[in-house]
């Protein structure tokens, strides 16, 4: 009997260990994925492997860089820069919440993240993705056609959206600068279409518009108290 309890002891723990050791191991997910062309900003995400990799795949002829930032917009790393698109990955370390600066120009791009995550760390990321995230609604539009246009707008808090989209084809640029000066966003686009990019903090802003050869239509989209 006392042979036999022992050995059941033995199981368990054999068991628990191979739990752990299945908790610790890790492989490579995809967590996140965006599609454009042009040059864009993404949404923030979470970074929780201390390992990650951005994987991009660009196709045109122009210019292609990739820049990742951290929330307060400092610049981390450069994963590509290059003037004749080639596809590739950039392997990157730390954690935190990162977004990405996407720069094409007369080139489309496919780009995604992947992180080396234990089981633990997947079921974390899990959980921070499923918190309630802030509703954005429409704070300010505006359309028109051809010419250069200025016009002022002002963000209360947090993040904000800009879509773009091009009705006719022709060249569309959006050039979006905060109170001091500074580029907060550059857009593109040279092909009918809609495209989409964040900037990542608020205040006052001036957002130049120069089109030819197509309709436009622009919105801004801001966190709803």
């Given at each position: 009997m006392r042979q036999h309890f022992q050995k059941l002891v033995v199981l368990a723990a054999a068991?628990?260990?191979s739990g752990s050791a299945l908790a610790q191991e890790?492989?490579?997910?995809?967590?996140?994925?965006?599609?454009?062309a042009g040059t864009a900003q993404t949404?923030?995400?979470w970074v929780v492997g201390s390992q990650w990799r951005v994987i991009y795949r660009p196709s045109g002829k122009g210019i292609f860089t990739v820049a990742v930032y951290d929330r307060d917009s400092r610049l981390l790393s450069i994963p590509t820069d290059q003037s004749e698109p080639i596809s590739g990955s950039k392997s990157l370390r730390g954690t935190g919440e990162r977004y990405l600066a996407i720069t094409g120009i007369d080139s489309s791009w496919q780009v995604r993240v992947e992180q080396y995550l234990?089981?633990?760390e997947e079921w974390h990321l899990t959980q921070i993705m499923r918190q309630p995230k802030p509703s954005y609604g429409r704070m300010g539009t505006w359309t028109g056609e051809d010419a250069t246009e200025e016009y002022?707008?002002?963000?209360?808090?947090?993040?904000?959206q800009l879509v773009h989209r091009n009705d006719g084809g022709g060249y569309l640029q959006v050039v979006v600068r905060d109170d001091q000066g500074y580029v907060a966003l550059a857009a593109n686009a040279t092909a009918a279409g809609q495209g989409t990019s964040w900037v990542h903090k608020p205040g006052k802003f001036v957002m130049e518009v120069k089109a030819a050869g197509t309709k436009w239509e622009i919105h801004?989209?801001?966190?709803e108290k």
């Open positions: 068991m628990v260990a890790a492989q490579w997910l995809e967590t996140q994925s965006w599609s454009g949404e923030m995400f234990t089981k633990i002022e707008f002002e963000v209360p808090q947090g993040s904000w801004v989209l801001t966190q």
